[in-house]
Nanobody, 128 residues
Framework: QVQLVESGGGLVQAGGSLRLYCAASGRTFNGRATMAWFRQAPGKEREFVAA???????WYGDSVKGRFTFSRDNAKNTMYLQMNSLKPEDTAVYYC?????????????????????WGQGTQVTVSS
C-alpha cells in the first residue's frame, strides 16, 4: 500500500507562485515508478499537469509548460510541484498520484486511469 499526502495549497494572486508537496509512505519507489500531478476544477474533468519517472524523465501538460516544474527528493520519498506565473484558470484541487509498478508507458503518463494511488488533494485558488 502507498499513502500520498499533499500540502502547500492556498490562495495566491495572479502572477504569484506556490509550491505543492506530496509525501509518499508505505513503499519505497524504485526507478520504474511513475509519479504525477493532476488537477480538477469544479464542473471539469481531471486534467493532467505533470508526470515523472522516479529515475528521470518529466512530462508536462500544455497549459502549464514553462510555468510549472516537477521535482522530487528520492531520499525523502517526496515530490514537489513548483508553480510560477499562476493564472486564475489554474484554480483547482491538485492531486498527486503514483504507479509504483513501472507499467505505465510514456504515451500514457497523462491518463489518470493509469495511476493506482492518489492523495486527498490540496486546493489552489488564484485570484485575479
Amino acid at each position: 500500500q502507498v499513502q500520498l499526502v499533499e500540502s502547500g495549497g492556498g490562495l495566491v494572486q495572479a502572477g504569484g507562485s506556490l509550491r505543492l508537496y506530496c509525501a509518499a509512505s508505505g513503499r519505497t519507489f524504485n526507478g520504474r515508478a511513475t509519479m504525477a500531478w493532476f488537477r480538477q476544477a469544479p464542473g471539469k474533468e481531471r486534467e493532467f499537469v505533470a508526470a515523472a519517472r522516479w529515475s528521470g524523465g518529466t512530462w508536462y501538460g500544455d497549459s502549464v509548460k514553462g510555468r510549472f516544474t516537477f521535482s522530487r527528493d528520492n531520499a525523502k520519498n517526496t515530490m514537489y510541484l513548483q508553480m510560477n506565473s499562476l493564472k486564475p484558470e489554474d484554480t483547482a484541487v491538485y492531486y498527486c498520484a503514483a504507479e509504483p509498478s513501472g507499467r505505465i508507458i510514456v504515451s500514457a503518463v497523462s491518463l489518470a486511469a493509469q495511476y493506482e494511488y492518489w492523495g486527498q488533494g490540496t486546493q489552489v485558488t488564484v485570484s485575479s
